[in-house]
């Protein structure tokens, strides 16, 4: 079979390999649609040191069953299913309160085992999930992000009527901008610094959109709430700029949620006195516990996630590393790039 496989830092290549051999628990899959992640760069660029290279990358796929483990009953030969690529080890304490994505033992296909870079790709019966009919599989590579992104929305509170900002309009925050339409809230306000993006933003449900860096962000989002600022702020960026804007543009008693991942040694001059005063909670949203993936799959296959616009990138295995590349150094916008096979 063919597969993608980072050698080592910055050197990738498309080889053919022997087609994964499964043990009694696991399914091979014959990989359909598999986006590339801002992670996948980080694996590329050798900063993430838990995916010891050689790797096969990968970890937002879908495909067809193709063999399945002998001790697996409730799997067959032709299913359509879509990954969830975290692994747990259901014995640690975190396993044992419901807290699966602190798993003291986590793996991951497509970091610490061969992921859906490839033709096929034997998956752990645990993270193998049957997706509807109805669902196609460029929506259903979409599986991981968006079930991510329905734990920040759960994190963040967010109820009927909210005024929601998002930072970030990638495709994580073009995902929000329709999940939490989906969810109720009254308006989505959406900021970036790319005009093209936001423009997709628009098209997806959001009222308003915002570039930071000609609007006066503060002014219009206190304006279309009354002055009184948005119920919910999702940090979809990760940058300093949007988490320090995000103080000025929660409402008394609102939720800033920390979803885009910022600089490690990032800190912030946060008034401690307004997280008193102001009764500001302030809240991490880490990856995708189990209880949000069966969810992600059920909303999307109802068809109210749009995600074609999101692939701006359609590619073959042979592209990977160009998209890669174009992530790595911005040289053009990619918004999601997706391998087809
Ligand atoms: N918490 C989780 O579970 C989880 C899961 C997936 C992704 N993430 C993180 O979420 C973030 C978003 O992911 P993505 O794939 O959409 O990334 P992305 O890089 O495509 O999107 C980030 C967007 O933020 C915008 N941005 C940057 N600086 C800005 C500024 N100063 N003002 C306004 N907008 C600005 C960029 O233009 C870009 O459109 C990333 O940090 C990613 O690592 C977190
Ligand atoms: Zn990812
Ligand atoms: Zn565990």
Redesign the pocket.
């Not at 900021?191 to 790319?194: E, L």
């Not at 991490?284 to 995708?288: A, I, P, V, Y």
């Given at each position: 079979m063919k597969a993608a496989i980072i050698k080592e830092k910055r050197v990738l290549k498309v080889e053919n390999v022997d087609k994964p051999k499964i043990t009694d628990n696991e399914v091979l899959v014959k990989v359909k649609a598999s986006g590339v992640?801002?992670?996948d760069v980080h694996v590329y660029e050798g900063e993430i040191p838990i995916a010891k290279l050689p790797v096969i990358p990968g970890h937002e796929f879908c495909g067809v069953v193709e063999e399945v483990g002998k001790a697996i009953k409730d799997i067959k030969i032709g299913d359509r299913i879509a990954v969830e690529p975290n692994l747990f080890c259901g014995q640690c304490h975190f396993c044992r309160t419901g807290k699966k994505h602190f798993c003291e033992n986590w793996a991951a296909v497509g970091l610490t085992r061969s992921g859906g870079f490839a033709e096929y790709c034997a998956v752990p019966r645990q993270a193998v999930y049957k997706i509807e009919d109805s669902l196609s599989f460029n929506d259903a590579a979409f599986f991981?992000?968006t079930a991510?992104?329905l734990?920040?929305i759960e994190r963040s509170h967010a109820k009927l009527g909210d005024t929601v900002v998002v930072?970030?309009?990638?495709?994580?925050?073009?995902?929000y901008t329709q999940a939490l339409k989906a969810v109720g809230v009254k308006s989505v306000i959406i900021?970036?610094?790319?005009d093209n993006?936001l423009k997709i933003a628009k098209s997806l449900g959001a009222e308003k959109t915002l570039?930071?860096?000609k609007d006066d962000v503060v002014k219009i989002v206190k304006e279309m709430t009354y002055g009184l600022g948005a119920e919910v702020v999702i940090?979809?960026?990760?940058?300093?700029?949007?988490l320090n804007?995000a103080f000025s543009l929660v409402q008394n008693c609102g939720s800033i949620v920390?979803?885009?991942?910022?600089p490690e040694n990032l800190k912030l001059p946060v008034k401690m006195y307004d997280i008193y005063r102001r009764e500001v909670s302030v809240i991490?949203?880490?990856?995708?516990p189990p209880p949000t993936n069966e969810q992600a799959l059920k909303l999307m296959a109802t068809g109210r996630i749009k995600y074609d616009q999101l692939v701006t990138h359609p590619v073959s295995l042979d592209q990977v590393e160009s998209a890669i590349l174009k992530?790595r150094d911005h040289t053009e916008t990619?918004?999601?790039a997706q391998i087809r096979f």
């Open positions: 992640c801002g992670t991981e992000p991510c992104v734990h920040g930072m970030g309009a990638g495709s994580i925050g073009l995902i900021c970036d610094i790319d993006k570039n930071s860096k940090d979809a960026a990760g940058a300093e700029q949007t804007l920390v979803f885009g991942v910022p991490g949203s880490f990856t995708n992530m990619v918004i999601k």
